[in-house]
């Protein structure tokens, strides 16, 4: 069964109702003691880097879900809770992160290096770019269109974890992923097909078919 996590700061319903529609049981909760009768755990998330580490931190979750991770037990990040995978964020001043992957969180600068401006945030439906098609979490996943709202982007040297990007002035690491951590900086629950078969085979995962 999954556990989303309720920190006050994630896109709950619709990630609740894509697992509906793909019939995979869940549940919402806040409370550790209840998120750890899970196989496997969504971390959501909408807003703040700073905000949603002080309050992951205040009701014991950070620590939860590291201990979580570290046990080797399936996790997903979406959106900003894919950012909070990582080591920290410069949003709104240094603040650490889950330290789950190896990278940070940066804005994006909105100038080219050519001088040319261009929008922030990145908002709308870019294309992913597969780099480790054979990994369970991208099996059988069309190529094609994803649906993104950040204004923030990972910045890692690890390359290997970045398992799908898109361009958007440069690499954005779209997918990523290291053993059982794993992380979508689009919505999968509003990405039409491909995202949905995201979910999939994170449910199949959580199920031990993958």
């Keep these: 069964m999954i556990g989303i996590i309720d920190y006050g700061m994630g896109n709950l319903h619709s990630v609740s109702k894509a697992l509906e529609r793909l019939d995979f049981e869940y549940f919402i909760s806040e409370k550790p003691e209840e998120l750890k009768q899970a196989t496997g755990l969504i971390l959501p998330g909408v807003g703040s880097f700073r905000d949603a580490m ?3 931190q205040k009701d014991g979750l950070a620590d939860f879900v590291t201990s979580w991770a570290n046990d080797g037990k399936p996790l997903l990040g979406i959106c900003l809770g894919m950012q909070l995978l990582f080591e920290g964020s410069e949003e709104n001043g240094e603040t650490e992160g889950l330290k789950l992957l190896s990278g940070v969180v940066k804005r994006f600068s909105g100038v080219t290096s050519d001088g040319e401006k261009y929008k922030v945030p990145h908002m709308g439906w870019n294309r992913l770019q597969f780099h480790n098609p054979e990994h369970s979490l ?5 190529k094609g269109h994803v649906y993104f709202v ?3 982007v990972v910045r890692t040297e690890d390359k290997e974890v970045v398992l799908a990007s ?4 440069g690499e954005v690491p779209a997918v990523v992923g290291r053993y059982n951590v794993l992380g979508t900086q689009f919505h999968p629950e ?3 097909s491909i ?3 995201i979910l999939r ?3 199949a995962i959580v199920e031990g078919r993958k």
Excluded at 166 to 169: E, F, L, N, Q, R
Aim: aromatic content about 12%.
């Design 166 to 169: 898109s361009d958007y002035d």
């Design 190 to 192: 509003k990405s039409s």
């Design 201 to 203: 085979n994170f449910g």
């Design 195 to 197: 995202g949905m078969s």
């Design 150 to 152: 950040h204004s923030y």
């Design 54 to 56: 002080e309050i992951l």
């Design 138 to 142: 991208l099996e059988n996943v069309e």
